[in-house]
Structures are given as C-alpha cells and as structure tokens.
C-alpha cells in the first residue's frame, strides 16, 4: 500500500489523475508502467521500461509472433529467477542474442533477451537501462537514445490503452463493475475525506482579487437580448450571378417538435432575432437532437449555400495558436454567449435569410448558424475587436478567447484587458462556459499546462 496522500478536493484530484492518464506525464514520482514504442521485423510493439529487472526479458508468445524461434538459444548453465511479487520462481534456460531493435528513425540497437513466461512482450532491464546511450527520466515519462549520427533522439512512450479508465467508484458499484467488465488488471486508491482549507492550486478563480475583477464585470455576463450594436463587421451574403430563390416545401414534425418550434420561435420573436418575413426565400427548418436530449432548431440553407459567393477568410492556424503558450502559466478561456447571434445581418442581406415553417414565415436580423460563411465572418469580427492585444497576451478563434501570462498579477491586467473589450463591444460572455485564471485546461483538442502542450487521448485514439 503507498503512502497516504491528502487531497483537498477530491474533484481536483481525480481530474488531475485523468489528466495524467491522458498525458502520461506525472506530477508525482509514484507514476504507473512505462513503455517505449519499439520496431522488431516489421511490426511495433510496446517495450516495458523496468529498472528493477536484472535482465532483458521478452515473451514466449511474442517471441513466437515475432517469428524468432529459429534464432532461440539453450544456456549452458540455466538460472532461476524471482518475479516481482518475491515468490514466484522461473527458470531462465533460452536467450536471443542480438535481436536488432529500433528505437527511433536510425536508431537501432542489437538486444539480447532471455525467453520468460510473462504477459508482457517485451521488458527492457537493467543491462539496457544502464547504458550511456539511453537517457530515461521516469518521473517526466521521457526516453532518448544516440541514433546512428550519435545523435540524441526521443524516443515515443505510448499512450494507456483506451481501455484503461481512471474514475472514482464505491465499495458497491466496484464489484458490480467487476462482475459486469472482468477487467484484466485493477489499481487500487482508497480515498477518506478530509477538511482541507486551501483550493487547488490549478484552480485559482476563488482569489479575492479575481473575484471583485468579474463583479466588476458582472454585464458582461448577463444573456444578450434586444437589438444587437451595430459594429464595424456585419454579415453579408453575395449571391452568384443569375440565380433565383431556390424552391422547397415544409419538413415535417412530430407534436414534441412542434411544441419546441413554438416556444423557441416565440423567443427569438422577443429578443428581436428574427421577424416575421415576405421573402421570396424560404428554408425548411428541422430539429436535431443533442447529447442531453434536448432539441436542436436547425435551418437547413444547403440550398441558399450552393449560391452563395464563398469568403475566403481565414480561420487561424490551430498550431501557430498552440505555439504562443510556451512559457505561459495561468490561461482562462471565454466563451461567447450565443455568439453568431450577437453578429448583425447586413440590413440588405436578412431577406436572403428566410426560413419557413408552419407557424409563420420569419427572417434573420442576426447571423444564425448554418450559412456557409458565418465562421470567416465571425472570425473577422474577433479579430477586428482584439486585433491590439492579440498574439500578446490574447488567442481567439472562433467563440473560444484564451488569456495568457507569465505572472498572476500580469493575467489579472490581461484578463481586466480583455474584459473591457468585450464591455466595449458590447459583447456577451457565457460564465457558465468561462474557466477564469487556470493552470491546466483544454483548448482546441489539446490539454494545456506550464510544463506543456498534449493532444487529448480522445483525439488520438480517433485518428
């Protein structure tokens, strides 16, 4: 059993170990397993890093995958072995001398292994461990070895398997798990509450000082109603020379749809969105379910798209944003509250925005999703607010503002920045959505912290 750990908050901590499940990178020293992605033939496979073992081991039935068995040498004088748990005794009577391994691009090593019954493939022990060559950091999951050109190359630690979960369980709903799962292997850490006064220190949003900065900015967060500023960048549709309105009819809808149609065409009437139109244009509406269950309105303007003139503006470059962080510490991220809509429509354009249904005929005074140049222009437009502070201390890409500093007393000043912006622009914020003054988030697909940048397993594994 390890050591007893305190944990404050016990949210904090799981998501911390998530984290590190995700990113194989342990803030701690006690960290799990670690692999090193190897090339034996012309298959790869995962090779166990284990400083505790006194020799280099690889499996039976890898060694029979591996298509080895003609290479497999009887010792001369056999030994016997303990396995981890000190009990256990095996006999070491074959070996493979020099199988070439590649760790890396030009960096293949002959390794000599000896045959043992064990789950694991591969174990890399101490005789390779050892070396000059290889330079093993356990505690940050890191490896390089010398490559042909005695150059130091990193070599790739894989991520868990997907299989592999991190989740806070009961007594009761553990063995029910392991009823219904029959999991190969379980780690274990028992968790007991304690009173612990001070937050996590990832999560720095309870600081007096950022506090009284968002009560100062408490508008910003209120829900955007009403007539929309008019600002310098408004969205415009330009048609295609010689096209016509396009024809369609009505979806259909069940009463459920209809009683949602109802409701939210009556709150898009109040919050003066949309009107009531004499268009010649006119697309169908239809609903799409979310991941709660809740009902989508959706516009489908496929039609209305296929004439229109696309924008060419560009949408940033997710890598050239991520490159801007290095050395950051603190990063709170903003979303736009309903941010298409608090986009005008050129006033000459709504009519091109029309949509039918059969509780009336409505067009938009705001930009709704669903037109194929909304993004550029929306991007355009978070450009053009945050154009002198952007790449300095700001990234924006679409609805999703990131703040970014060295120092806690400069992101308070970057973040009051960014706040009078918005008020200026008269913008709205979801607070709901905000993550104020953190040390670890994700953003764009990747995990972010002061130590570095990592895609999400998720991403990886849908790849």
């Not at 009173?195 to 910003?220: G, K, M, Q, Y």
């Not at 798209?305 to 997710?318: D, Y």
């Not at 154009?387 to 201390?393: C, G, H, K, T």
Request: aromatic residues 10%.
């Amino acid at each position: 059993m390890d050591d007893e750990v305190v944990v404050g908050d016990i949210l904090a901590y799981v998501t911390k170990v998530a984290r590190e499940f995700r990113t194989q990178r342990y803030d701690d020293n006690n960290a799990p397993l670690m692999y090193v992605r190897i090339q034996v033939g012309q298959a790869s496979y995962n090779a166990l890093l284990d400083s505790g073992a006194t020799c280099n081991f690889m499996s039976q039935a890898f060694m029979q995958k591996a298509g080895l068995g003609a290479q497999v040498r009887r010792k001369a004088n056999p030994t016997v072995i303990k396995l981890a748990d000190g009990k256990t005794q095996q006999l070491l009577d074959r070996y493979i001398e020099a199988v070439p391994v590649y760790f890396a691009p030009h960096a293949c090593e002959p390794v000599t292994f000896d045959i043992l019954d064990t789950d694991f493939d591969i174990i890399l022990g101490m005789p390779w461990l050892a070396s000059a060559d290889h330079t093993v950091n356990f505690h940050q999951r890191t490896l390089n070895v010398g490559n042909a050109f005695s150059i130091e190359v990193s070599c790739t630690i894989p991520l868990p398997h997907p299989s592999i979960r991190c989740q806070v369980v009961t007594a009761k709903s553990f063995r029910a798990t392991c009823a219904y799962e029959q999991p190969e292997e379980i780690g274990l850490c028992f968790l007991r509450t304690v009173a612990v006064a001070d937050s996590s220190p990832t999560d720095l949003s309870s600081d007096p000082r950022v506090v009284r900065l968002l009560d100062e900015f408490a508008d910003i967060f209120e829900s955007p109603t009403g007539v929309v500023p008019d600002r310098p960048i408004s969205h415009e549709i330009i048609l295609e020379v010689g096209v016509v309105p396009p024809k369609g009819c009505i979806y259909r809808m069940s009463k459920e749809e209809l009683e949602v149609l109802r409701t939210q065409l009556d709150d898009l009437l109040a919050k003066g969105w949309i009107c009531p139109s004499s268009s010649p244009y006119g697309a169908p509406v239809l609903f799409v379910r979310k991941k709660n269950k809740d009902l989508c309105l959706c516009i489908d303007y496929r039609k209305l798209n296929a004439q229109t003139v696309k924008n060419v503006g560009p949408l940033p470059r997710i890598d050239d944003l991520l490159e801007r962080l290095g050395g950051a510490k603190y990063f709170p991220k903003l979303d736009l509250k309903s941010g298409y809509h608090q986009i005008l429509i050129r006033l000459n354009d709504c009519y091109k925005t029309a949509f039918k249904t059969r509780y009336g005929h409505f067009e938009w005074v705001v930009m709704p999703f669903g037109l194929t140049n909304a993004p550029a222009t929306f991007q355009a437009a978070m450009t053009n607010e945050f154009r002198a502070i952007l790449d300095r201390f700001v990234l924006v890409y679409l609805d999703d503002i990131l703040v970014y500093s060295r120092t806690l007393e400069n992101h308070l000043e970057h973040l009051q920045r960014v706040l009078e912006t918005l008020r200026r622009a008269k913008y709205k914020s979801n607070r709901d959505k905000c993550e104020f003054v953190r040390q670890e988030l994700e953003y764009l697909g990747h995990f972010v912290t002061p130590e570095g940048i990592s895609p999400l397993s998720e991403k990886i594994q849908a790849i």
